[in-house]
């Protein structure tokens, strides 16, 4: 398998449901790169759950604490970073990770998400507030599409092996050159 330039990342973002970061895992072992996981950087900095820290502390803390997370992870070279995309767009640092690799955008039409959003919140997605609040993170996890030099990959219609061959494929193609296009056509979804 080609391992392409030890001084690249790859940085997996968007949302498709709850085995994210199993799938960014799993390429990372693939491809034999590093795995570092931003979700798990900030809860283990904040020592809470993410939801409890914007619960205890509010935004404020939560936006300081990736900005300090982002900074030290700028410093990766030829990992597989998951990270979500309210992170990426809110710490200011898509330039400077787009410049150390190739960002990654995963998602599923609106449908498939919604379904996943499903299963995830069992019975709190009949709740309003829940459902609502859970549409809202998908919105604000899927803005990063809109930021210029970010791929998009549609992962629909995949299971999870065919997720990580498609990922793990696409990062070959684009550390060989034969990747054209700097973003692939939006899926529908949000």
């Not at 820290?53 to 900074?71: C, D, H, N, P, S």
């Not at 629909?156 to 692939?184: D, P, Y």
Request: proline fraction near 3%; charge should be neutral.
């Amino acid at each position: 398998m080609f391992l392409g330039r030890p001084d690249r990342n790859l940085i997996l973002t968007g949302y498709i449901g709850p085995n994210q970061p199993v799938i960014g895992q799993t390429v990372a072992q693939q491809l034999k790169m590093r795995f570092v996981n931003i979700e798990v950087l900030l809860e283990t900095r904040g020592d809470m759950d993410i939801d409890d820290m914007r619960a205890r502390y509010g935004e404020t803390r939560l936006k300081m604490l990736e900005t300090e997370v982002m900074q030290e992870v700028l410093l990766h070279r030829g990992a597989v970073i998951q990270v979500s995309g309210q992170t990426l767009l809110r710490t200011e640092t898509t330039a400077r990770v787009q410049a150390n690799g190739l960002v990654l955008c995963l998602v599923v039409r609106l449908d498939a998400a919604l379904q996943r959003m499903h299963l995830a919140l069992g019975g709190r997605y009949h709740n309003p507030s829940e459902r609502a609040l859970a549409i809202g993170h998908l919105k604000s996890e899927w803005a990063v599409r809109k930021s210029s030099g970010v791929h998009e990959l549609d992962v629909t219609n995949l299971h999870e092996a065919e997720m990580i061959e498609k990922v793990c494929s696409f990062w070959e193609q684009a550390q060989t050159g034969l990747l054209i296009n700097r973003a692939a056509p939006p899926a529908n979804g949000v």
